[in-house]
């Protein structure tokens, strides 16, 4: 018996030196379309985690979401806020999947670097590599004009890498490194590092150098069901690479979890020296049929001991993790924390809230805050197109649409309008927007009997509601389907259901990298009409997340 306590006793300061996962959270953290994230830690700007995600067509380009909790994420700022900084975007990129692909954001010397790469018509053989740079990422307008490095591997997903000689490093998918100038933009010939475990599409690698390693982790199988990660490391930066024998380190691929897709992921350290990963993922289940939110972000904890291969938790809903920073949402940035209500009244001398996103960049005079004789309203000027543009689409066919994404299972979105079109054609709505060819929309408009590919529902606005403005609604009937109502705004009671319409409308297809965004539009359908609509009380409310197939919880960031 004594020989027992003894060896009891001998274990107690192990156990308590040996780190616990023993936090509790739920995923996802960035809940929305926020797709393909690189995030990392700078503790010289006060603590915080920064990650940036994909836009594809959306304006702003790159938000950058901070956190010191890792579970509170602000809007801290969006990259590309200027029609310069990707000068091609309204006239090239003419599929809805092309534009800004995946980023990777790091912190070097005082300064944050973003890089990222602009697909154009689908070409994923000669990618432009954009980067932009800030010592201040609180703020929109302090990010900087756009620099080019050079792409001998022509493949989206680059990575920078800073070695400990100085010398600056790029990976591309395929997987690709070259050495490049960040001065200059010059880049060395691309050397075809590795393969990746013979899984499609190996892609999204980040370099992180360890212990006389360097350790190639990337994301292969496509984007899809079969997407994981997998890791390889050599002494060498330009290999030979060894493939780590329990590849994939993270994957739901040929499981039954609700979680699904998981994979290009991001590593990083906590300030207690704790690894955790951001990954992609959709809340979709293997039949990966419904996912109007696409793409999400995902927080997972790994361990990475001295000399050994990484560990990655496998992503839940319900997840455990090293202990969090204490939850703070003292946190700068431009915008409010994600899957938080919004409402927006548009006050005389207001801006329009920085974390509303256009499909392309706007025509700015389309969208006017508290116009003369309209004081807290956002007026929206009508274009031609419509939201799918005419019948002969073409990329710099502007559109009239605000929005901001879909963050949460279940929400309530509401606008209330004023709008008093006159011409054939004219017509101003609320859409759930996927892309351009698919989007679901309630508006009030005058429409002519012409047959449409998929006949609307229509019906005759009440006369006792014409003298003053229309709530339009969109809520969720359940985790799958739309509602669309409308009501007088003077009397909510009045409100009819004018219409379901399932989520899986917005879901892959046209937007197989995207996510649904919320919003407003006007247009004439190609008429002569001018009317303007004149959107009020703006109100977004999450409701609740599904994190499994039967559990739900509330909103993290929910506040009334
Ligand atoms: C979690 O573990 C850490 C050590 O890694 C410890 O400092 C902390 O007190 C623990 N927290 C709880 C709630 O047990
Ligand atoms: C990757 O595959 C290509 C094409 O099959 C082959 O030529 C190349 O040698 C491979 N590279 C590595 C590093 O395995
Ligand atoms: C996943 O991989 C399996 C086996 O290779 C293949 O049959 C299937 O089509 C793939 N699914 C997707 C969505 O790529
Ligand atoms: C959009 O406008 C075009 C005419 O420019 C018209 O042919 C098409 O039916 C409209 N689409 C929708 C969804 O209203
Ligand atoms: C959301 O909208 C539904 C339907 O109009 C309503 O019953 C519910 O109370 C609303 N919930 C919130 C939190 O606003
Ligand atoms: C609008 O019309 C309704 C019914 O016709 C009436 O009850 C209401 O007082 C009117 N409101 C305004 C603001 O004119
Ligand atoms: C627009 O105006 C022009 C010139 O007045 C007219 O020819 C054309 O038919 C109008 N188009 C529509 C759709 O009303
Ligand atoms: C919707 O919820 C049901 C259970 O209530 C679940 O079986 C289904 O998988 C969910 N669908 C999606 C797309 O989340």
Redesign the pocket.
Known sequence: MKTFFRVLVALLPLVSTTRALNSTYTNPVLPGWHSDPSCTFVPELDNTFFCVTSTFLAFPGIPVYASKDLLNWRLASSIITRSEQIPLLNTDYSRQSDGVFAATIRYHDGILYVITALVNGGDFTAVKIPFFTTTDPFKSEAWSDVKYIENPSGDIDPDTFWDDDGKVYMATAGVHVVSIDLETGAATEAVRVWNGTGGPFPEGPHVYKRDGYYYLLIGEGGTELNHSVTIARSRDIYGPYESYAANPILTNRGTDQYMQTVGHCDLFQDANGNWWGMALATRSGPDWTIYPMGRESVLFPATWNKGEWPILQPVRGKMEGWQLPPPTRDVRGVGPFVDESNSYEFEPGSTIPEQLVYWRTPVPSSYIVSPPGHPGTLQLSPLKSNLTGPASFRPSDDITFISARQTSTRFNFSIDISFSPT???EEAGISIFLTQFQHIDLSIGVFGDAPTPHPPVTANIPKSWMNGTITLQVSTANNVTYEFSAASSRDVGSAKILGTASARIVSGGTGPFTGTLVGAYATTN???GTTKAYISRWKYTPVAQQIDFDEYVPARNYSG
């Open positions: 011409k054939a054609g190609g008429g002569n």
